[in-house]
């Protein structure tokens, strides 16, 4: 059992949970390797040994190493303070570490070394420009850093898996964002961490600080308040507005998803998809879905299957309920699933039984993207299905935001976009598909690597090959 246990810890640990230890140890040199095997009995898997200090008495050593989660890692830590020979003097943890002071910064692009530099740079020379565009308010995306500028803009409303925290707890995500939209796209990202969760205030907040940005991204605002934010900062700004929760996520399962049905040679138009969850990537997977052809998708909820008839729904569950269940399904999660091609689950952790894709089409598709602990084990399904995604690292497949965002911005800033389109999206999706070749693609690669060189040039290109950047550039 203790094996098995250890089996299932080494293929879930993640350097998310690595802490570094600094140990004390007698002048022994194999208890370094009876810490060794210590962790990796308790199922933890050593990256790093270093011996920083010797003295007479005794040997200082680093030991730094990957946990599944909090509790696993002081389960690690305890058992090395019993190895006989070992103390623990102090347990860092690695990922709090790397947040000390922030994760992003401002640099200036122009030297400030001498009287000339602060002359053109600062007063009086900033004053010409700023008149300039006074007179000319067309060229502030040229002559600034609005052309390549955005706003990752959350109310700490509906972070990651962590819920309603507020915006204060909400920043290192957005600070990660922002670290993200550098690294893969070379645009620079600011977190704007709003201290209310009022619709009106959000919209104002955003728009009194849009002339200084080419783009809003907002991030983590929770359903339904998030549908009526985006669609008055739409209405109200000249710049885009995109939800990654919504069409970051959307694309990137329709990427995977039109990769999955070349895999077990199924069309989108004649496939019978099933959606767990109705909130804001739920709507956005079925809205762009349905845009890309599919002709019968199934939505269910906590309550069952969203039917057009049922008077008791919201009114944003009511819309997608409109557009969804031609066959008219009722039931729960596994009624629906009867006969289906495809699940895409954006709902809670456990809710798919493995048993159930039996009952689903043969070559059976399984996207369980609930993070970090998905509808069902990837593992499970895998021994089911055809073709599994989730949203974790340690699995095949995984469903990442990652491949969108950057390129989607890198293009609408490349094309001093107004807007985003519904067509953008699809052509996107397109895109990181088509990242795979034919020689790559299989069941266990349907979608790039979120560090694949290729992917956010091609999703820029997709973006602005449909806008023509102004003549003022």
Not at 380 to 402: F, H, L, M, T
Request: glycine content about 8%.
């Amino acid at each position: 059992m203790a094996g098995d246990n250890t089996r299932r810890r080494r293929a879930a640990t993640s350097a998310s949970y690595s802490i570094t230890m600094r140990l004390h140890t007698d002048l022994d040199p194999g208890l370094i390797g009876q810490v060794a095997t210590c962790i990796a009995g308790q199922g933890g898997i050593v990256t790093a040994i270093d011996v920083t200090d010797s003295r007479h008495d005794r040997l200082v050593v680093d030991v730094t190493c990957s946990a599944t989660d909090s509790e696993h890692a002081e389960e690690i830590v305890a058992a090395v303070g019993e190895v006989n020979g070992v103390t623990v003097h102090k347990v860092s943890d690695r990922t709090f570490l790397l947040h000390l002071g922030g994760k992003i910064a401002v640099e200036s692009k122009v030297p400030l070394r001498t009287r000339d530099d602060l002359s053109m740079a600062y007063t009086p020379g900033v004053g010409r420009v700023s008149l300039a565009l006074a007179e000319h308010p067309e060229d502030v995306r040229r002559l600034t850093i609005k052309g390549n500028t955005v706003a990752v803009v959350t109310d700490g409303s509906a972070v990651l898996g962590l819920g309603n925290i507020g915006p204060g707890a909400a920043l290192p995500v957005m600070e990660g964002k922002a670290a993200l939209f550098k690294r893969f796209a070379n645009i620079d990202a600011w977190p704007i961490c709003l201290a209310t969760q009022d619709v009106d205030k959000i919209v104002e907040a955003v728009v009194a600080i849009a002339p200084g940005f080419g783009g809003i991204n907002l991030e983590d605002i929770a359903a339904p308040r998030c549908f009526e934010v985006e669609r008055r900062l739409r209405e109200l700004l000249d710049i885009p507005v995109f939800h990654d929760d919504q069409h970051g996520t959307a694309i990137v399962v329709l990427a995977a998803l039109t990769n999955a049905m070349r895999c077990v040679d199924k069309r989108l138009e004649d496939a019978r998809v099933v959606v767990s969850g109705a909130g804001a990537a739920g709507t956005a997977i079925v809205t762009l879905l349905l845009a890309a052809g599919a002709a019968d998708v199934v939505v269910v909820d906590r309550d069952g299957a969203l039917c057009g008839d049922d008077d008791s729904l919201s009114p944003a569950m009511a819309d997608v309920a409109s557009r969804t269940n031609p066959r008219g399904v009722t039931g729960d999660l596994h009624t629906a699933l009867c006969g289906a091609d495809v699940f895409i689950g954006v709902s809670a952790p456990g809710i798919l039984e493995p048993e159930w894709i039996d009952d689903m089409a043969d070559d059976a598709v399984v996207f369980a993207l609930a993070n970090p602990d998905p509808e069902v084990d990837p593992a499970e399904a895998a021994k089911r299905a055809a073709v599994v995604a989730s949203g974790r690292s340690d699995y095949p497949n995984q469903i990442n935001n990652v491949l969108a965002f950057p390129g989607v911005f890198r293009g609408l800033l490349d094309a001093r976009a107004r807007d985003i389109t519904v067509p953008m999206l699809l052509r996107a999706a397109e895109a990181i598909a088509h990242v795979v070749t034919d020689e790559e693609l299989n069941p266990y690669f349907i979608i790039p690597s979120v560090f694949h060189p290729d992917v956010p040039g091609a999703v820029a290109a997709a973006i602005s090959g449909g806008e023509q950047a102004p003549t003022d550039a």
